[in-house]
């Protein structure tokens, strides 16, 4: 399988207080093409501070990384910020956990779509992006796109709005989407759907998916392999099916047994 | 649409209700109009005659109607004083009074518009630092005594333009704008201050939300994030402040009227209150009522353009 991302010692440190605090501690992570990683973890075990550092989202001055993130034979960590926005919305897509206020709330659907287009291929036709827009609003499943792209987030639901966001990622056709905890916010059935569009989403277009969670379940569906944070550290990583039919780590085991019931034959595109 | 006729249905109640009130106001305020007009020496008989003549013996409500009617169609009645119609006393300092309002309010716009977005921008910066001060204590200065600086600096040090060499717009539009600029820009100041003060921070709260967040990760530069993204957002708020602030100004120029000698609103109005030349005084009053209230009518519909989700039920 071709690599298309190799994260190695990924180290993040915050410097808000006296003492410098270890967000992420040596996080490695290689992805392939058309790959689902799935990075589970509580909250605060730094699986959002890995996906947002690859997205090259984290840029506060309180903050300092280090290690290597190689995409298309660039460091995203050293490389120049223009180098980085080239990548961003193009080749690395990001959806979030917060649907309801991950939109601009003044702007309409449609216009927010299309905005990686604007920015990475200006020369793409105002009609052409248009159409481009409505058919990938159609693909992640908004059956009426046509008016969606003329409405205003304040007009969606919660999962609506994340479909959205998720169109909005793949208009560029990205190499790699990251998705940090897309489903959180919403309502099971919604979440389901959601989870589906993404398997979709890989199949058809052989996106690679980083896929961010705290729900085992829902990454034994979707993830071919796994990666285990607790407090900035990797505690295990392996084949999904592998790491939860026999978890090593003690904090996986935890994991595992904190949730009422998992299904382990899980319907995942386990490859 | 729907939203915009609401709005001006409320916009033609409250100007009912203010005209209300300002009549009943001036109904209730010690003083006879026609003793007024006629001098003490005048006999009762001469009094009660006049009084009948001018309907002030008639109902409350019939009195208000024709009064109202009267001054929907430009008609304020006539000046006890002068014995003319108020219409024509006030008809050419109306518009000197609102040219320098208006100025007001643009330059607030021109200036405290990019200076919010520099401080926001460059947060905590040499320039936002400087800003910030001075901010502290333009707002602390009252307009009339900014206009006395003014005057001094511009008018008697750099010779820019002559203290009390107004010159009419009748006359000559361009060296009435150049005269009217100064007195202007003493208005503008304190709003100047306030302005840049709550843009800075509207922009830096609105740069901490998530949908900008989601704009960086598509590729925008700061300026991107900045400009197609924050500024509408961060903008809501300073417009309704704006909005105040325009009718704010607007009365507010009537004090700088006085201190660069300028025959607008000021001087009629003054003499009108201390002669209870009641006519002239309640079209003025009138006059200010209508404007802050078409002024809020108006920021209610931009509203409406900038923020979509105003007026959905």
């Known amino acids: 399988m071709e690599i298309i991302l190799d994260v190695t010692d990924l180290h993040i440190e915050f410097h808000d207080h006296e003492t410098p605090e270890v967000a992420v501690h040596d996080f490695d992570l290689m992805l392939g093409k058309g790959e689902i990683v799935g990075i589970v973890g509580e909250s605060g075990s730094g699986k959002s501070m890995s996906a947002l550092a690859i997205a090259g989202l984290l840029n506060r001055k309180t903050l300092t990384k280090s290690g290597r993130i190689m995409f298309d034979k660039h460091d995203l960590l050293t490389c120049d910020r223009k180098t980085l926005r080239s990548y961003q919305g193009d080749e690395i897509s990001i959806i979030f956990q917060e649907p309801m206020t991950s939109l601009n709330p003044v702007k309409r659907i449609g216009w927010q779509v299309e905005e990686s287009l604007r920015i990475h291929h200006p020369d793409i036709d105002k009609k052409i992006r248009k159409m481009k827009a409505i058919k990938m609003l159609k693909d992640v499943g908004l059956e009426n796109a046509a008016d969606v792209y003329n409405m205003y987030p304040h007009e969606l639901s919660g999962g609506m709005r994340q479909r959205v966001m998720i169109a909005a990622a793949m208009i560029g056709e990205p190499k790699i989407l990251i998705a940090d905890e897309p489903t959180t916010a919403l309502d099971v059935t919604v979440q389901a759907q959601i989870v589906d569009l993404l398997k979709k989403i890989n199949r058809e277009k052989g996106t690679s998916i980083i896929f961010i969670s705290h729900d085992l379940s829902l990454v034994n569906q979707l993830c071919q392999r796994v990666i285990v944070m607790q407090k900035g550290n990797i505690v295990e990583s392996g084949k999904t099916t592998d790491v939860f039919t026999r978890p090593r780590h003690t904090y996986t085991k935890k994991l595992i047994a904190a949730i009422p019931k998992i299904d382990l034959n899980g319907d995942g595109d386990m490859a | ?313």
């Open chain 2, 1 to 313: 649409m729907k939203y915009t006729l609401k709005k001006f249905v409320s916009m033609i109640v409250t100007l009912v209700v203010v005209s209300l009130c300002v009549f009943l106001a001036f109904n209730v305020l010690p003083g006879d109009p026609a003793v007024r007009m006629l001098g003490l020496e005048a006999s009762p008989e001469l009094i009660a005659q006049t009084r009948e003549q001018m309907g002030l013996n008639d109902p409350f409500l019939v009195r208000y109607f024709r009064w109202f009617i009267a001054f929907v169609q430009g008609d304020f009645g006539t000046s006890y004083s002068y014995s003319v119609p108020v219409a024509g006393l006030v008809a050419n300092k109306i518009p000197i009074t609102l040219t320098m309002g208006l100025m007001a309010f643009v330059i607030t716009v021109l200036i405290s518009i990019p200076l919010g977005i520099v401080t926001a921008k460059y947060e905590n910066g040499i320039l936002d630092r400087i800003i910030n001060v001075s901010n502290q204590i333009v707002m602390a200065i009252p307009p009339f005594f900014s206009g006395i600086l003014i005057t001094f600096v511009f008018g008697l040090i750099l010779r820019i333009f002559t203290p009390g060499g107004f010159v009419s717009y009748t006359e000559d539009m361009g060296r009435f704008v150049r005269y009217l600029f100064f007195p202007s820009l003493a208005v503008a100041l304190p709003k100047i201050s306030m302005t840049v003060k709550m843009l800075r921070g509207s922009l830096i709260d609105e740069a901490a939300k998530d949908y900008t967040r989601t704009a960086y990760s598509r590729g925008n530069n700061t300026n991107g994030v900045l400009y197609r993204h924050v500024l509408k957002n961060a903008m809501i708020p300073v417009i309704t402040f704006l909005g105040m602030a325009l009718a704010d100004m607007v009365a507010g120029s009537i004090v700088i009227e006085q201190v660069f000698s300028i025959p607008g609103i000021s001087r009629i109005l003054l003499t009108s209150i201390s002669n209870r030349d009641y006519p002239v005084v309640e079209a003025i009053i009138m006059g200010i009522a209508v404007i802050v209230i078409v002024v809020n009518f108006l920021v209610d519909v931009i509203y409406r353009i900038v923020d979509p989700r105003i007026g959905i039920e």
